[in-house]
């Protein structure tokens, strides 16, 4: 079955006759609308084509709406005020950091770096909405790639596809350890000394885990293996507890996920190990200068804290 095509009428025909409505002449009326007086008219004739029905009853001394014409001006101011609305959001979402962004971030990172930069992130940039989402890197780069968020903040190298990557910083790993533990007097330790011990890290799912052995030359250590926690803040208590020793990275620790423990924090000696911290998003996107954007100010605001930090 062949489908009939419908001709509509145009926001610039609607215009003009909202503009004659409100003038009830037509010279005033295309002097309002930034037009010649014929253009106006043949605009009007159009619209009447296209609707093929007369709303405008000419006269020589005045112009009077038809009823229908009166019920198309109606619509039309709706019709007219929404097309502005919509073309000030597409605006306002053009605008660097102005508009809406979702964004994934994994559980080791956003409670430790959210809170010191967002708040100087909105007062920067106050018409940016942005909507989180706290998960496991896995599932937010399947949301990543399904549309559902637009940018996801996370520790890498990670597998996640077709992205683009922007690096913000490296984020030292420091080993935590009861007071009581005999590294715990110790300036420095090596990672050989840490095969020997009771390592505990969090389960397999959190990148957190293959990170921190990576870094400290691990990857082959089953001491990890026989108790794991679910989340960093677990994971500091059971080692309050004297249930074993922990890596932890420095975003955690300037977070504050030491407070009200008597953990003792040690550095590592040599080549400090780290996991990276970036942002990644879509190859393609359109939004790429944007996202750049707000890389660059989670560095400069993460910089300046830890600057902050160093002067204490």
């Known amino acids: 079955m062949e489908k009939t095509i419908v001709r509509l009428p145009t926001l610039r025909q609607l215009g003009h ?25 043949a605009s009007i004739k159009e619209l009447e084509d296209v609707l093929q029905a007369s709303l405008v009853d000419r006269t020589k001394r005045k112009v009077v709406l ?20 919509l073309s000030r959001l597409a605006r306002r ?6 508009g809406t962004l979702r964004m994934g971030v994994i559980p080791t990172i956003g409670p430790f770096l959210l809170p010191g930069v967002l708040p100087r992130l909105r007062r920067a940039y106050p018409k940016l909405r942005l909507y989180l989402t706290e998960d496991l890197t896995a599932r937010l780069i399947e949301q990543l ?15 996640c596809g077709n992205v683009e990557e922007r690096i913000l910083f490296e984020d030292e790993f420091k080993l935590a350890t009861p007071r009581d533990h005999a590294l715990a ?5 090596r990672t050989p000394q840490l095969r020997s011990e009771e390592l505990l890290l969090l389960k397999e799912g959190h990148c957190l885990r ?3 052995m990576e870094a400290c030359h691990l990857a082959d250590s089953r001491q990890a293996e026989v108790v794991a926690a679910t989340s960093l803040h677990t994971l500091v208590q059971m080692v309050d507890n004297g249930l074993g ?12 996920i030491l407070r009200g423990t008597s953990l003792a924090v040690i550095l590592f000696a040599g080549e400090r190990p780290t996991r990276t ?16 954007l707000l890389g660059a100010e989670i560095a400069r605001l993460e910089l300046a804290r830890r600057q902050k930090r160093e002067k204490v």
Do not use: C, M, N
Not at 24 to 36: K, N, Q
Not at 66 to 75: A, E, K
Not at 147 to 158: H, M, V
Not at 277 to 292: M, N, P, Q, S, Y
């Open 17 to 41: 006759l909202v503009a004659l409505a409100d003038a009830r002449h037509f010279g005033r009326a295309a002097e309002a609308s930034h037009v010649t007086q014929s253009t106006l008219s």
């Open 145 to 159: 790639h399904s549309g559902a968020i637009d940018i996801a903040l996370l520790a890498l190298p990670y597998d």
């Open 93 to 98: 979402e053009s605008e660097p950091l102005g």
């Open 210 to 212: 293959e990170h921190a």
């Open 245 to 256: 020793i922990t890596l932890l990275p420095q975003l955690a620790i300037d977070g504050g």
């Open 66 to 85: 038809t009823p229908l014409g009166q019920d198309v001006v109606t619509r039309a101011r709706s019709l007219l005020e929404q097309a502005e609305e």
């Open 185 to 189: 007097g110790a300036k420095s330790v």
């Open 277 to 292: 911290i970036g942002l990644v998003w879509r190859k393609g996107t359109g939004r790429r200068e944007e996202f750049e």
